[in-house]
């Protein structure tokens, strides 16, 4: 299934706690409310078992309108956290942060990356895998030279989806090794509640939410998820 007609518009839909409600079973996708009674479509996509799947959203694949939005959405939910930094996480909260630490009047944000500059130091770097890239080995990286603008600062963690809350977790140890103080995350969408047993008590922000989802012969069928 081509994706490339997602993410482009939010369009007027039922009241917020009704739109998740507009099925099951799903074919394609799955209507996730933003809020002032838009929504959004988000396609389904099959896990590599064949009988799950998950909602997506790739944010830099989408409108300059629609990014916007959720870096308004964003900015929004981590003001009461008043970050004085804001970072990003690879690939697509790197979309994000800029936008969001532009709306909460900062100067710049940090990023993070997976690339390894020559003058990089493994001490501030750890391991990470995805869900979407669950067999390729990669590292999360932070320049050294960004230390000062992270030591004894308040920092909220930017990323376009929060899943198993492994690479925001990844993310806190190197920003503790940096001497930043994790205030709180941010995220478009809640992607089921595994993360949330990982992440423990740091406030975690998103926008919207989604489930699980189980093949049936009529379509796909959210399965409840516990957050263990």
Same mark, same amino acid.
């Given at each position: 299934?081509?994706?490339?007609?997602?993410w482009?518009?939010?369009?007027?839909?039922?009241?917020?706690?009704?739109?998740?409600?507009?099925?099951?079973p799903?074919?394609?996708?799955y209507?996730?409310?933003?809020?002032?009674? =838009?929504? *959004? $479509?988000?396609? +389904?996509?099959?896990?590599?078992? !064949?009988d %799950?799947? #998950?909602?997506?959203i790739?944010?830099?694949?989408?409108?300059?309108?629609v990014?916007d939005?959720f870096?308004?959405?964003?900015?929004?939910?981590?003001?009461?956290?008043?970050?004085?930094?804001?970072?990003?996480?690879?690939?697509?909260?790197?979309?994000?942060?800029?936008?969001v630490a532009?709306?909460?009047?900062?100067?710049?944000?940090?990023?993070?990356?997976?690339?390894?500059?020559?003058?990089?130091?493994?001490?501030?770097?750890?391991?990470?895998?995805?869900?979407?890239?669950?067999?390729?080995?990669?590292? =999360?990286? *932070? $320049?050294?030279? +960004?230390i000062?603008?992270l030591? !004894?600062? %308040?920092? #909220?963690?930017?990323?376009?989806v929060?899943?198993?809350?492994t690479?925001?977790?990844?993310?806190?140890h190197?920003?503790?090794?940096?001497?930043?103080?994790?205030v709180?995350?941010?995220a478009?969408?809640g992607q089921?509640?595994?993360?949330?047993?990982?992440?423990?008590?740091?406030?975690?922000?998103?926008?919207?939410?989604?489930p699980?989802?189980?093949?049936?012969?009529?379509?796909?069928w959210?399965?409840?998820?516990?957050?263990g």
């Amino acid at each position: 299934m081509s994706t490339e007609g997602f993410w482009q518009h939010l369009y007027p839909g039922p009241a917020d706690d009704a739109v998740a409600q507009s099925g099951p079973p799903y074919k394609d996708r799955y209507p996730v409310p933003v809020g002032d009674g =838009l929504v *959004l $479509d988000l396609p +389904l996509r099959t896990l590599p078992e !064949g009988d %799950r799947a #998950v909602a997506s959203i790739i944010i830099n694949q989408a409108s300059f309108a629609v990014v916007d939005r959720f870096a308004d959405a964003l900015a929004a939910l981590g003001r009461a956290l008043a970050p004085d930094v804001v970072v990003g996480l690879p690939t697509l909260g790197l979309t994000l942060a800029p936008k969001v630490a532009e709306r909460l009047g900062h100067a710049h944000y940090v990023p993070m990356g997976y690339s390894r500059k020559f003058w990089y130091d493994e001490a501030l770097s750890e391991p990470v895998s995805s869900v979407t890239t669950p067999t390729q080995a990669k590292r =999360l990286y *932070l $320049d050294p030279n +960004l230390i000062p603008r992270l030591a !004894g600062r %308040r920092v #909220v963690i930017v990323d376009d989806v929060v899943s198993r809350g492994t690479t925001v977790t990844a993310a806190r140890h190197v920003l503790d090794r940096a001497g930043a103080v994790t205030v709180g995350a941010l995220a478009i969408m809640g992607q089921t509640e595994r993360w949330k047993s990982v992440l423990g008590g740091l406030p975690v922000r998103t926008v919207f939410t989604t489930p699980l989802f189980e093949r049936r012969s009529d379509g796909w069928w959210p399965v409840a998820t516990t957050a263990g």
